[in-house]
């Protein structure tokens, strides 16, 4: 089947394959995010900055390695095998989660690692082939694919930690596992529709020597990450590291090509720095802002006590009712990725500003009301969409084909590098190693930080506004000249 039947389609049955396995991976992946900073406290005894800087380290390992996943699904034993392999990897080690112990659980989130490592990059790279670079149809697939993660992710954080807290946080580990378990049956039960796309790997037979050769090493791979978690100075290292080793590549890749491709290439990665910015910002809800919820914040709501986790839900319920809105938008008036990523960054920096007025708000008491972290979640939410949500869409519509795993895979680490940056950002609200805080001081701290974060995003959103008349220029030179090659071909 051709790529322009499919795109004339819209949404083929093959889309909806891959949303509802990313939909249950996510649900799976964010009931564990939700309370694992405050479970390293509550369970391991980590003060909030260790907590903070160790989930970084967790946060950069997952996101940091997709790229591997993607070259393996691209080159090596084929997309749609790799998603299933992930999956499973994921399943396991969600179970062994939910069963483990202090010596134990480094290993176990060694495990979703390595299986978040070969599942993340692939989905989005094969809903990347079933359209043809510069059909508009694409932003509102994606758009409606980043809005199965948010649906799984909110159902997920509405329940895990309300879970957590009536019966333990294992509880909310066998909610991940039950959420993988769904997604591998329905994706199992579905395969045959995704006959007609395949990456360049995917379309030759199995070799199970790959197959065997890529499960010893994820097993190698899961015993060292479990080592390396626990301590955060070796893990940043190895972030750093790696993050300039894909970074040089991507530019050198880049600096290969000649013409339009070229300009892509080098707009993306540019745009690909400023994500980083966002994915700082996104890492702060499950730490920063959490914290900040649970000792600044007024929980009690009519008798009944909100979890501080629980505020995460927000940001997929504000994204799963705003993502239909933007996909009908996007049609009606296109725009380029440059002008959504302006906006969506100047949303991000004007979520934390808010921030600060609650220390007027809550002057008397130190705990500020709900209706803060509602307002800055919905910010937040609707910025994360025109950046993250679409970096996806505009890795696959600025890069060639050829390489769309790879360079999704790159993408993401712009989260890995986030990882350490993020926490490092998010540990300047806690308080020193033995030193408690008054609640009113303790929000003098948060509202200090995160009007900080606010201004300087801000002023990053600016130098964009202030560069995105040249981008665009670029980019439309660059589509100008692939349309003329494309005449050339067909004259």
């Known amino acids: 089947m051709s790529n322009e039947v499919l795109a004339s389609r819209g949404l083929p049955k093959p889309f909806w394959v891959i949303w509802g396995i990313e939909l249950w991976e996510r649900f799976g992946y964010y009931a564990t995010q939700a309370i694992l900073a405050l479970y390293f406290v509550s369970y391991l005894g980590f003060s909030q900055e260790l907590s903070i800087y160790t989930f970084g380290s967790f946060s950069a390992f997952v996101y940091g390695f997709v790229w591997v996943g993607g070259y393996v699904g691209d080159k090596y034993l084929g997309a749609k095998r790799t998603v299933a392999l992930g999956a499973i990897i994921l399943l396991i080690s969600y179970i062994a989660l939910a069963l483990s112990n202090q010596d134990t659980i480094f290993y176990a989130l060694g495990g979703i690692i390595v299986g978040n490592a070969l599942f993340k990059a692939n989905p989005s790279s094969l809903i990347s082939k079933l359209y043809e670079k510069g059909d508009p149809a694409l932003d509102g697939a994606m758009t409606l694919y980043y809005m199965a993660i948010n649906l799984g992710s909110f159902v997920s954080i509405l329940i ?40 360049e790997a995917g379309a030759k037979p199995m070799v199970f020597g790959r197959l065997i050769t890529v499960i010893v090493t994820s097993i190698v791979a899961v015993i060292v990450f479990g080592k390396l978690l626990p301590h955060t100075t070796i893990c940043y290292t190895i972030v750093y590291i790696v993050v ?43 730490t920063s802002l959490t914290f900040f919820a649970l000792h600044n914040i007024d929980n009690n709501v009519f008798g009944w006590v909100i979890p501080a986790a629980s505020y995460q839900v927000l940001n997929p319920l504000v994204i799963v009712i705003v993502s239909p809105i933007l996909a009908v938008l996007y049609k009606k008036i296109p725009g380029t990725h440059v002008t959504k990523f302006c906006f969506g960054m100047t949303l991000c920096g004007l979520a934390f500003l808010v921030l600060y007025l609650p220390r007027f708000t809550a002057a008397e008491t130190g705990l500020a009301s709900p209706w803060w972290m509602v307002l800055t979640y919905t910010l937040q939410s ?20 050829a390489m769309s795993g790879f360079v999704m895979g790159i993408w993401f680490l712009t989260s890995m590098l986030a990882g350490p940056l993020g926490a490092y950002v998010g540990n300047l609200t806690s308080p020193p190693t033995g030193i408690e805080l008054t609640t009113l001081e303790s929000l003098h701290v948060y509202t200090s930080v995160f009007a ?40």
């Open 160 to 199: 895990a930690p309300i879970a957590a807290q009536q019966f333990g946080w294992e509880a909310a580990f066998w909610i991940s596992s039950f959420g993988l378990l769904l997604g591998l049956l329905n994706y199992f039960v579905f395969y045959k529709v995704l006959g007609s796309i395949s990456t």
């Open 244 to 286: 300039a080793g894909g970074f040089l590549y991507f530019l050198k890749t880049a600096l290969s090509l000649k013409g339009s491709d070229r300009t892509r290439m080098l707009i993306a990665f540019l745009l690909i720095l400023e994500g980083i910015v966002f994915f700082v910002l996104y890492n702060q809800m499950p």
């Open 382 to 401: 609707i910025g994360e969409l025109l950046v993250s949500g679409l970096g996806i869409a505009m890795v696959a519509e600025l890069c060639p084909r």
């Open 452 to 491: 900080q974060i606010g201004i300087v995003t801000l002023v990053i959103a600016l130098l964009m506004w202030l560069s995105r008349p040249f981008l665009n220029k670029y980019i439309h030179s660059a589509s100008k000249t692939d349309s003329h090659q494309i005449n050339e071909v067909i004259d």
